[in-house]
């Protein structure tokens, strides 16, 4: 299955500022799609993204917090604009794996601090 | 998209088999059933996924009913390290996973 690469790992940010999380994948994938864990929670989409198309976002997440790039369909970015404490999170990215019924892949994740 | 049911924690201890059940009452013709597991720490990984029977890879058993209503992953001679949180996800293959608030489970030695 493919081999997602996540960067940083991890970022203590103040708040107002903006972070942007890298996500590259070993091959190449039609779909890429993002997910935000809060502390102790369940996973949540916060949109998918479509390689030469502005990215889908789910009810609840808005462009204008959340800017995505997908450059191309081995890349993609998110970021996460003018920060506040609820924004600490854990950051994932996932793609479709490309075997017959293995599912989803998913990186490692970025963990956000936001002080 | 099905909403799932399952145990919010459970206990077992090293050797046993675990058995976590997941109820989506209102799965679709459609819909697989799959399975992921999180370390902290981590992101999710991909256990197995089935539509109907049984299903079986080299690390758990998937087991649907009939009427698909339910499943049940089970986990055989569990360690330490199999202790993680499991998600029951069920959906068609389009990427948009709903996860629910999974299954911690505790491998006690």
């Known amino acids: 299955s493919a081999v997602i690469s996540q960067k940083p790992s991890r970022d203590i940010c103040q708040r107002g500022t903006s972070l942007t999380i890298q996500c590259q994948v070993d091959s190449q994938v039609t779909m890429m799609f993002w997910y935000r864990q809060q502390p102790g929670q369940s996973l949540t989409l916060i949109a998918t993204a479509n390689q030469g198309s502005e990215a889908t976002y789910e009810s609840g997440f808005v462009i204008d917090k959340f800017p995505i790039s997908r450059p191309n369909l081995t890349f993609s970015t998110l970021t996460v604009s003018n920060m506040s404490p609820e924004d600490s999170s854990i950051y994932l990215c996932?793609?479709?794996?490309?075997?017959?019924?293995?599912?989803?892949?998913f990186g490692s994740g970025t963990r956000l601090t936001v002080v | 998209l099905a909403k799932t049911t399952q145990p919010i924690s459970m206990d077992s201890y090293e050797g046993q088999e675990v058995n976590i059940t997941c109820s989506h009452n209102?799965?679709?013709?459609?819909?697989?059933i799959t399975w992921y597991q999180q370390f902290p720490s981590q992101g999710p990984r991909f256990i197995i996924q089935?539509?109907?029977t049984k299903v079986t890879n080299e690390v758990a058993s998937l087991f649907i009913p009939a009427d698909r209503k339910s499943s049940t992953l089970s986990l055989p001679r569990v360690s330490l390290s199999d202790t993680a949180v499991y998600y029951c996800l069920v959906g068609y293959d389009t990427g948009k996973l709903i996860f629910g608030q999974g299954t911690t489970l505790q491998v006690k030695p």
């Open positions: 996932s793609v479709e794996a490309k075997d017959a019924g293995y599912g989803y892949t």
């Open positions: 209102n799965i679709a013709t459609n819909d697989y």
């Open positions: 089935g539509y109907k």
